[in-house]
């Protein structure tokens, strides 16, 4: 079964127990300072799991792009990823544990969806602690589903009952947010008649975590009940691929496996006569490591990101650049994001149509950084040879100095010392990563820095923010003219950041004219409120959205001022909003630029 086959099984399985499909929200949060990406299928529907009624109600289904990279180190290996796809079920509020693990049943293991053999399953449930009970409940459950194919599912053979590591499931990286015991379903891979069920051997492959999502973690670690008993369900999309294909890696499975293909063919089209190839594991790396991170900054660019020294752009750049120096290790000397990105954007945009959308877009940031980068790569190589030129080997510190500096891969420092007859110190790995460890100490401290402040001040802010970004939509509209598309919007808790298309630098009168109709709506005191419709009259009623954005049938229409006499602004947004303008406090707009061809760029800030 293709990948593609298991998304639109899964998607279509849903919809037929009444779930209403939503598209993927982006992988940059859109409202959410707190977290750099999108790491899980639930985080764009938090509010909602927390009570907020969703537009499309209380049955959801979708595939949800996902950034993960904590494990960045260990892409190349058989099965981590920074980019995959979540596919997940969700129920606010209304079906519970018991059609949950049912229809996890039935569609893991019936003949008209993925027909898996149930003798390969295997499930673990929460054994409790002080506050919520053992899960019972989902250990029955489970047993009468075994039960009807004749497998006695015996607690401690077939049922694991496990502990707060293994299940129990909140977000990571959040002060509070929502959590609850799961139950995880695991496929058996081994070959063995009845083998032993343990989580630790990786016979046993985690496909589905069935989440019950009924409680909230406060700041001081204890839990309160939600006012909604959820569900929020995850089956990482390659994973299960790779598992039910029955290969050895996430890289040999259908999608995946094309674009490292591609990788290879390109590059022995393009390597020099005389380029001695490593060793095949070392090539079988090299082209996962580009594979996974091209695919990663092309769904990063399509959704606006772009690469640079902070933020979301630094992960972009840091796995841009580590995918054109893995190249060199291939022969591949130039043209790699050229040759290999818009073979991502064709496998991927019918599902994720933005790709198709912004493809020249995504080319020119990928084209852009590339180039910079392999100009960066041969200074590397200039300032390698003056480094080692009195040495009398090469270090690890020193291989590090010049990969931290100026990205110049450790395997090509290697190479070097090779070719020029250098040894190379005993100790270089240790070395090497002594530095490593020193450096991703400092990046830690760096990314907690993120969360700091608490996210109850910070959505107060945010949230400011965004009705600011609404009434500074409408005001560049008015004074620039109808063109004006939104093309990206981001938040932080101290400015936000609004890109849109127009074609010239702003004059100093344009912009102080909007700054004084943005301020003039905040202190009218304006009433903010919404009301859900279809989407097609949302357009009608004259309401904005953002370029190229995909909405849901059902939208959420958000109005400043009287939504059926006089209103300043009608936008498509999902929200939240303040309910009076006279919230926001006072608009400054703080820089006007260029953000890319035809489309400038504005950093505003409220006080
Ligand atoms: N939140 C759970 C996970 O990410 C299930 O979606 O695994």
Redesign the pocket.
Known sequence: MTTSEIRSKFLEFFKEKDHQIIPSAPVVPEHDPTVLFT?????PLVPYLLGTPHPQGKRLADAQKCVRTTDIEEVGDATHLTFFE?L?NWSLGDYFKEDSIAWSWEFLTDSRWLGIDPQKLYVTVYEGDGVVPKDEESIALWQEQFAKVEINAKEGERILALGKNDNW?E?GGVATGPAGP?TEIFYYIGNEQNPKFDTENNKFVEIW???F?AYQRQEDGSYTELKNKNV?????LERASFTLQGLHSVYDTDMLNQIKSAVAHYAHEVREPTFIATQPDTTERAERIITDHTRTVTFMAADGVVPSNKDQGYVMRRLARRAIREALVLGIQHDLFARIVPRVIALYEDEYPELGTNQIQIMEVLLREENAFRQTLVKGLKEFEKLLGDKENLSGHTAFTLYDTYGFPKELSLEEAKRINLPVSNLFEAEFEQQLDAQRQRSRTATSGQFKGGLADDSEIATRYHTATHLMYKALRNVLGDHVMQRGSNITAERMRFDFSHHEKMTPEQIEQVEDMVNAQITKDLPVSFTEMQKDKAFEAGALGAFGEKYPDIVKVYTVGDPEGDYYSKEICGGPHVSKTSEIGTFTIIKEESSSAGVRRIKATIK
């Open positions: 790491t899980a299928g639930m985080h979540m997940g499931w977000q799961d975590n069935n989440v999502m929020d369900t995850g089956m990482g």
